[in-house]
C-alpha cells in the first residue's frame, strides 16, 4: 500500500489497533483519519473497537471471593516467627 | 481505568513494611494484586482451583524472596516472574498446563482477517474494500447494553474461544491493564506480535458484541 493511497473500509479495519496504540507512520495515520472523515460505518467500527475494550475491561471488576487471604495471613505469622 | 494500577511508591512501601513484619501491609499486597494473580494464573493452568493453589504459592514465594526482591525491578513485574515459575512448576508436575511456549509461538487464527471479508465489495468492482454489509448504527446507550448477564456471558466465551496467545495478550493488556511493553517482557514477544495478537483478539471480541450493541435491522415486511 503506498502511502498516496486512498484507504478503503478494508484495510481501515486491519489498522484500527495500530492506530489506537500510535503505533501508525505518520503517512498511515494521516490516511486513517481521512477515512474517519466522510466514513460513517467506519466510525461505527472504531467505536465498537473502544466499546470492546472498555467491557473487556470490566472483567477485572468482578470480584473474587478472597477465600485465600486468612491462610496466607497465617502463613506470614509463620513467616515472621522463623525469618 | 482497571483496577490494577497502583502508583510504584505504594507497593515499595508496603514491601519495606512487609519486611519489617508488618501484617497489615501484606494484607494490603493481597488485596490489591490476589485477584489478578489468580485471573493471570488460569491462563497457564486449566482450571480455577489450581489457578488459586498457584496464586498462593506464588505469596508464599513473596515471603521467601523477600530479601532477594530488587528494587530496580517493579514489585508487580517481580511478583509476576514468581507466578509464572510457581505456574510451570506445576505444569510439570501434573502435565495439564497450557505450554508457556504457546503463548509467544505463532499460531493459525494470528492471519485471519478481523472482519469477514464477505462483508467488504469483492475486488475487481467499483468501491472494491468497501463496506458491502456495514457495521448499523448503535443502540442508544450501547455501554448499559454490554452489562446485560446475557452479553457478559458473549464476551466471556468469545474471550475463551481465543487461542492461547491471544487470549493472553486481551487479558493482560485490556483486563488486568498492562503496558504492551509490560505484556512483551512477560510473554517474550516482539512489540509487532503484541499488537498483531491483540488485533485480533480485540477483532474478535467485538464481532462478538455486535448483536449487543447495533440497532437491529428494520424488517422490510410491513
Ligand atoms: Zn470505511
Redesign the interface.
Known amino acids: 500500500m503506498g502511502d498516496t493511497d486512498v484507504m478503503n473500509c478494508q484495510e481501515f479495519v486491519e489498522l484500527v489497533t495500530d492506530y489506537l496504540e500510535g503505533a501508525l507512520s505518520p503517512a498511515d495515520q494521516a490516511r486513517f483519519e481521512a477515512h474517519l472523515d466522510y466514513c460513517d460505518p467506519c466510525i461505527v467500527y472504531i467505536e465498537e473497537m473502544r466499546l470492546t475494550i472498555g467491557a473487556v475491561g470490566r472483567l477485572s471488576e468482578r470480584d473474587l471471593a478472597p477465600a485465600a487471604r486468612d491462610q496466607l495471613l497465617a502463613a506470614f505469622r509463620d513467616w515472621k516467627r522463623t525469618a | 481505568?482497571?483496577?490494577?494500577a497502583p502508583a510504584e511508591p505504594n507497593d515499595r512501601m508496603l514491601l519495606l513494611a512487609v519486611r519489617r513484619?508488618d501484617?497489615a501491609a501484606?494484607?494490603s499486597l493481597?488485596?490489591r494484586y490476589?485477584?489478578?494473580l489468580?485471573?493471570i494464573a488460569t491462563l497457564f493452568v486449566r482450571d480455577y482451583e489450581t489457578a488459586?493453589e498457584v496464586?498462593?504459592e506464588t505469596?508464599?514465594g513473596v515471603?521467601?524472596g523477600l530479601d532477594r526482591f530488587e528494587e530496580r525491578s517493579s514489585f508487580r513485574t517481580w511478583l509476576f516472574s514468581i507466578l509464572t515459575n510457581q505456574a510451570k512448576r506445576r505444569g510439570e508436575r501434573e502435565r495439564r498446563i497450557v505450554p508457556f511456549a504457546a503463548l509467544s509461538r505463532p499460531a493459525d487464527g494470528d492471519a485471519e482477517?478481523?472482519?469477514d471479508?464477505d462483508r467488504?465489495i469483492p475486488p475487481g468492482e467499483e468501491?472494491?474494500?468497501?463496506?458491502a454489509s456495514?457495521?448499523?448504527?448503535?443502540v442508544e446507550n450501547?455501554?448499559r447494553a454490554?452489562?446485560s448477564a446475557e452479553?457478559q456471558a458473549v464476551?466471556?466465551a468469545a474471550?475463551a474461544a481465543l487461542p492461547p496467545n491471544q487470549q493472553a495478550v486481551?487479558r493482560l493488556r485490556?483486563?488486568?491493564?498492562w503496558e504492551?511493553a509490560d505484556v512483551c517482557n512477560a510473554l517474550g514477544l516482539t512489540?509487532t506480535h503484541q499488537?498483531v495478537l491483540?488485533?485480533r483478539a480485540?477483532?474478535r471480541?467485538?464481532q462478538a458484541?455486535?448483536p449487543y450493541?447495533?440497532q437491529r435491522a428494520v424488517l422490510a415486511d410491513g
Request: proline letters at 10%.
Open positions: 481505568m482497571t483496577a490494577t513484619g501484617e501484606f494484607a493481597i488485596d490476589h485477584p489478578s489468580v485471573r488459586e496464586a498462593q505469596w508464599i515471603l521467601k482477517p478481523a472482519v471479508p467488504f468501491w472494491a474494500g468497501y463496506w456495514p457495521p448499523r448504527d448503535l450501547p455501554e454490554l452489562l452479553a464476551i466471556d474471550i486481551i485490556d483486563v488486568e491493564g504492551a512489540a499488537r491483540l488485533h480485540r477483532s471480541v467485538r458484541i455486535e450493541v447495533e
